[in-house]
């Protein structure tokens, strides 16, 4: 939609539970949307997480922890949003620019700046009390030492959740950005996860740390946008657009999901290693938003909340559909004859997926595209072996004389896996004029008034 020199759009209307949490106070319920149990998820949690949660149950039972993520889901970033909605009150660009100077140059740069903006940049130029450098990066290694198989298990994991998962499917689908520009938002999420492993995404002024908190200001675009578009009927009964409880959710899984799947599959690391990989993704979180109190404080604590979110996840929505027809379309058309053909030879990708996710999340994905009756039973078997065959690889070079040099080593710089997922993509981004990843495709989302939705490219057709 067209933005005007300064957008007077109103708020969205205040719901009972729109506020932010302090220390004390009541907290609010597990919104109706989330209430009913993520039926797709269950043999994967009791594969994955049941093993470090004492007595664990398909439906998770009542603790303080839980209580916490049920509550968070009503709120999203403070600081953040904050900060979108003083630039919403500005001249198109202003705001963007006093953020990108703070960025650059530090808050100092910036005659009078907001209180919100100040508030941030207090919280960026802050580490927190707990921040240990030399524990992040020995998280850091640890993590990048997790096997090839755990990692693109997380990877896969990560899809089901993107397409399937009722929070950020029906935040990807409505933005329409996998049905628009699949190629920048897959370009850029690819650079980020890499960006996340290098050294320097901790340093301030370093490009990595920028970028963590470009995503940051996007998601909180994306936010105050859906807010609107969607309406009070959609908070009342989902809670908070990327709330800080899925931002929670997303940065365990990414921290601690493959060295999870290592364990699962024969390679048992060292418990100091999972809490090192642990406070090295707490503190991204932290950059990207998540509250304080949110952030775990053990592995325990870690596996009690992913447990308790995916178990709440919900099911597909009215986008999974629209985006994964897409997803084949775009590959038929980026390929040619060769992409049409991966509709029917589609099975050893899916039934990987299906291996790590369960088969029943992967029947949701393509129920509503020509590959709802592709058989993943074969290729299950297959994954299973490979996955296997991997890690207790790795189960075995971790006997060698050497391992913490070798960690040290391979992680100099960043981790291999995301470097090659990064050029992999790269090309086909380049192909659709994609070579950069500023994260700013959001600027003008927040100003998307209630009732409109944001505006959506035509669907392709998975047919042809």
Same mark, same amino acid.
């Given at each position: 939609?067209?933005?005007?020199?300064?957008?007077? #759009?109103?708020?969205? *209307?205040?719901?009972?539970?729109?506020?932010?949490?302090?220390?004390?106070?009541?907290?609010?319920?597990?919104?109706?949307?989330?209430?009913?149990?993520?039926?797709?998820?269950? /043999?994967?949690?009791?594969?994955?997480?049941?093993?470090?949660?004492?007595?664990?149950?398909?439906?998770?039972?009542?603790?303080?922890?839980?209580?916490?993520?049920?509550?968070?889901?009503?709120?999203?970033?403070?600081?953040?949003?904050?900060?979108?909605?003083?630039?919403?009150?500005?001249?198109?660009?202003?705001?963007?620019?006093?953020?990108?100077?703070?960025?650059?140059?530090?808050?100092?740069?910036?005659?009078? *700046?907001?209180?919100?903006?100040?508030?941030?940049?207090?919280?960026?130029?802050?580490?927190?009390?707990?921040?240990?450098?030399?524990?992040?990066?020995?998280?850091?290694?640890?993590?990048?030492?997790?096997?090839?198989?755990?990692?693109?298990?997380?990877?896969?994991?990560?899809?089901?959740?993107?397409?399937?998962?009722?929070?950020?499917?029906?935040?990807?689908?409505?933005?329409?950005?996998?049905?628009?520009?699949?190629?920048?938002?897959?370009?850029?999420?690819?650079?980020?996860?890499?960006?996340? =492993?290098?050294?320097?995404?901790?340093?301030?002024?370093?490009?990595?740390?920028?970028?963590?908190?470009?995503?940051? #200001?996007?998601?909180?675009?994306?936010?105050?946008?859906?807010?609107?578009?969607?309406?009070?009927?959609?908070?009342?009964?989902?809670?908070?657009?990327?709330?800080?409880?899925?931002?929670?959710?997303?940065?365990?899984?990414?921290?601690?999901?493959? #060295?999870?799947?290592?364990?699962?599959?024969?390679?048992?690391?060292? *418990?100091?290693?999972?809490?090192?990989?642990?406070?090295?993704?707490?503190?991204?979180?932290?950059?990207?938003?998540?509250?304080?109190?949110?952030?775990?404080?053990?592995?325990?604590?870690?596996?009690?909340?992913?447990?308790?979110?995916?178990?709440?996840?919900?099911?597909?929505?009215?986008?999974?559909?629209?985006?994964?027809?897409?997803?084949?379309?775009?590959?038929?058309?980026?390929?040619? *004859?060769?992409?049409? #053909?991966?509709?029917?030879?589609?099975?050893?990708?899916?039934?990987?997926?299906?291996?790590?996710?369960?088969?029943? /999340?992967?029947?949701?994905?393509?129920?509503?595209?020509?590959?709802?009756?592709?058989?993943?039973?074969?290729?299950?078997?297959?994954?299973?072996?490979?996955?296997?065959?991997?890690?207790? /690889?790795?189960?075995?070079?971790?006997?060698?004389?050497?391992?913490?040099?070798?960690?040290?080593?391979?992680?100099?710089?960043?981790?291999?896996?995301?470097?090659?997922?990064?050029?992999?993509?790269?090309?086909?981004?380049?192909?659709?004029?994609?070579?950069? =990843?500023?994260?700013?495709?959001?600027?003008?989302?927040?100003? =998307?008034?209630?009732?409109?939705?944001?505006?959506?490219?035509?669907?392709?057709?998975?047919?042809?």
């Amino acid at each position: 939609m067209p933005e005007s020199a300064a957008t007077n #759009l109103e708020p969205p *209307p205040v719901h009972p539970n729109h506020y932010w949490y302090r220390d004390g106070m009541p907290l609010r319920p597990l919104p109706a949307g989330h209430q009913h149990l993520t039926f797709y998820a269950v /043999a994967q949690r009791r594969r994955y997480l049941a093993p470090w949660i004492p007595g664990w149950r398909e439906t998770p039972r009542p603790t303080p922890i839980h209580d916490l993520v049920a509550d968070h889901m009503w709120q999203g970033d403070e600081l953040m949003d904050a900060v979108v909605e003083d630039f919403r009150r500005m001249k198109t660009g202003a705001g963007r620019r006093l953020f990108e100077r703070a960025l650059d140059h530090g808050i100092g740069s910036i005659e009078a *700046p907001s209180p919100a903006l100040s508030a941030l940049f207090e919280q960026l130029d802050t580490p927190p009390a707990w921040f240990d450098r030399a524990l992040w990066e020995e998280g850091r290694r640890c993590w990048i030492d997790a096997s090839f198989a755990g990692k693109m298990g997380m990877g896969m994991q990560d899809f089901i959740a993107t397409y399937v998962g009722t929070d950020v499917s029906s935040a990807v689908g409505a933005t329409g950005r996998f049905v628009n520009v699949w190629a920048k938002r897959q370009l850029e999420s690819n650079v980020w996860f890499w960006n996340m =492993t290098k050294p320097d995404v901790i340093d301030r002024f370093s490009p990595t740390f920028k970028d963590v908190i470009r995503v940051r #200001l996007m998601h909180a675009q994306v936010r105050a946008g859906l807010r609107r578009s969607w309406g009070p009927e959609h908070y009342e009964r989902f809670g908070e657009p990327i709330s800080n409880s899925a931002m929670l959710g997303g940065a365990i899984t990414f921290g601690l999901s493959p #060295l999870i799947i290592d364990y699962a599959h024969g390679r048992r690391r060292p *418990p100091a290693e999972l809490e090192a990989s642990m406070w090295y993704w707490n503190y991204i979180a932290y950059l990207m938003g998540v509250t304080d109190e949110l952030l775990p404080r053990s592995v325990a604590e870690a596996m009690q909340e992913l447990d308790f979110i995916a178990a709440h996840a919900g099911g597909a929505t009215e986008w999974t559909s629209q985006m994964a027809n897409s997803g084949v379309a775009a590959i038929s058309q980026m390929c040619g *004859p060769a992409g049409r #053909l991966f509709q029917h030879s589609a099975a050893p990708f899916l039934g990987f997926v299906a291996f790590y996710s369960g088969e029943p /999340a992967v029947r949701e994905l393509i129920r509503d595209t020509p590959l709802r009756d592709v058989r993943l039973a074969d290729w299950r078997m297959v994954a299973a072996v490979a996955v296997n065959l991997n890690i207790r /690889a790795r189960a075995t070079t971790d006997h060698l004389p050497g391992r913490r040099a070798v960690m040290r080593l391979r992680a100099r710089s960043n981790d291999p896996f995301w470097r090659l997922a990064v050029r992999m993509i790269r090309p086909v981004a380049a192909d659709k004029g994609v070579r950069s =990843t500023p994260y700013d495709h959001h600027d003008h989302t927040p100003n =998307t008034p209630a009732g409109c939705p944001i505006e959506q490219a035509p669907v392709q057709s998975a047919n042809g």
